[in-house]
């Protein structure tokens, strides 16, 4: 078992997680299921928000997203966990939480900007893609908020491919329930370890008790990793307490500690917009180590 002070790389990871064990788990129930992720939209509960606009009619909720669709970037990633990679990745436009970090918030604040998706035509690239991907990722702004369209894309891809859903879990359970037997792994991120940082920051309420649900159903849903990126000066309220749950209600489900921070270029909250400071990082992998997580890189 590997550690976070030990730096073997998880290449066994797809097999002890089970992720080719789920290969064929296309439903044969998945066009009614996209038809019913499509009528959430016309009083919208995609999301914990739970907005409730009618999307279908061309209404916007927080996620700034209508009936359409839109990606700002598609491409063969290289540099997600290793035992996904390479990856062919959608990364869709429009979120619903507001992070003051997020590196995509301009693509995010205007979702419409963009191509709206195509999933015939992005399921024949990913066949014609050289090298071929191992695995196919679904990744925002937020999939969530995209579900009708992330699922007719599943519905498109070779049966064999594995997918990868990768979220900030804010979701409702109208959507684990229509995700479940659609993807093979998760990439669940939980950034923060305390309910007023991530209304502060991310602007999530009631945070912890939706993403935590959600971590605890998606372990029987498929294989399992979650990232926590480690915030400047938020080691102790955040970092310390979400490992602290994960080694406690989760213990052998792999973690991925990030520590590439990037400062936003807006300084509207002052903690955050600096480097993480080498002592934070160090704090942030002795107590990991501590807590005996399971690592994946």
Known sequence: M?????????????????????LGRRRTDLQH??????????????????CGVDRLAGETGRCGCDHRSYAYSEGLLWAEESFITPTYAIFFAG???????????????????????????VA?????????????????GEPTVHLHT????????PPEMPVVWNSNFY?????????????????ADLHFGNDGCASRIAGAEGYLGVVRRNLHWAEGAGALVVRHLVLPGH?????????????????????????????????????????????????????AVRLGLEAVE
Not at 130 to 140: H, K, R, V
Not at 174 to 183: K, N, P, S
């Open 2 to 22: 590997a550690h976070y002070n030990d730096r073997r790389r998880w290449s066994a990871v797809p097999e002890r997680r089970g992720v080719k064990a789920q």
């Open 33 to 50: 299921r996209i038809g019913q992720a499509r009528g959430l939209l016309h009083r919208c509960f995609l999301c914990e928000r739970a």
């Open 95 to 121: 979120c619903n939480l507001r992070c003051a970090f997020c590196y995509a918030a301009q693509e995010n604040s205007a979702p419409s900007d963009f191509e709206p998706v195509d999933a015939a035509a």
């Open 124 to 140: 024949d690239r990913v066949r014609k893609c050289d090298p071929a991907p191992e695995t196919f990722s679904l990744i925002g």
């Open 150 to 157: 992330a699922l007719a894309l599943v519905g498109e891809l």
């Open 171 to 187: 979701f409702s359970p109208q959507t684990a329930e229509l995700l479940d037997d659609c993807v093979n792994v998760f990439i």
């Open 235 to 287: 080691v102790e309220c955040c970092t310390e307490p979400a490992l602290a749950w994960l080694a406690a209600e989760l213990p052998h489900v792999p973690v991925h500690i990030l520590t590439n921070y990037l400062p936003p270029e807006s300084r509207l909250i002052p903690e955050i917009g600096r480097q993480l400071e080498a002592g934070e990082v160090q704090r942030a992998r002795a107590i």
